[in-house]
């Protein structure tokens, strides 16, 4: 079952949606953490510490995803922020490609159903609840910035767990398919080992 689902995401990505995300009440201390969390400066051009390794993870990563962003910038401004936002927030950066094909097929300016935005889609209300009136959820380095802030936080609340963190994330904690879906997409896609 879970082979046909991401077989059916593999070839019409356009008809996947965000779950719902929910509100969850946040305490004040971990409201401010994660306001403090995306609101840091801008970040450098690069997150790798060596050139060669930069060079390689973004060559291949940049192959993989000519398809689905044929412009050349596009594709390493997307890597290179992508890489830089889930390093910093202690996630996989081949992982963060695999939710993002998931959520939005790397579409910049998707929006689902229930109004979540951009390429992690992030739910709107994060913005009042973290954010600052002026942050514009279609903007690369915001979307993820949040997006990998988010996803952290919720990795956090549930210790660990991937599957229920994704969950979470989603708004379909306890259902299979949207965990499984970025497990698949991340595993058959984007996972990558040094050469």
């Known amino acids: 079952m879970q082979r046909i689902a991401f077989l059916f ?7 996947v949606q965000a779950g719902t995300q929910k509100y969850e009440p946040l305490s004040a201390s971990v409201q401010a953490a994660l306001s403090h969390a995306i609101a840091d400066q801008a970040p450098p051009k690069s997150a790798f510490l060596d050139s060669i390794d930069a060079v390689d993870w973004l060559t291949e990563m940049s192959r993989r995803l000519t ?3 044929p412009d050349r910038d596009s594709r390493l401004e997307l890597l290179r922020a992508v890489h830089y936002e889930a390093t910093r927030a202690g996630l996989d950066p081949q992982l963060i490609l695999g939710l993002i094909q998931v959520e939005s097929g790397f579409k910049k300016y998707a929006v689902s159903s229930a109004g979540a935005r951009g390429f992690m889609q992030v739910m709107p209300f994060w913005i009042k609840v973290i954010g600052r009136n002026g942050d514009n959820l279609f903007h690369l380095r915001t979307n993820l910035r949040f997006g990998c802030t988010i996803l952290r936080h919720y990795l956090d609340i549930e210790q660990g767990n991937l599957y229920r963190a994704l969950g979470r994330y989603n708004g379909s904690l306890g259902q299979a398919e949207y965990p499984n879906l970025v497990r698949g997409a991340w595993h058959s896609q984007w996972l990558y080992s040094k050469p």
Do not use: C
């Open 9 to 15: 995401l593999l070839f019409f990505p356009a008809l």
């Open 67 to 69: 398809q689905r962003i």
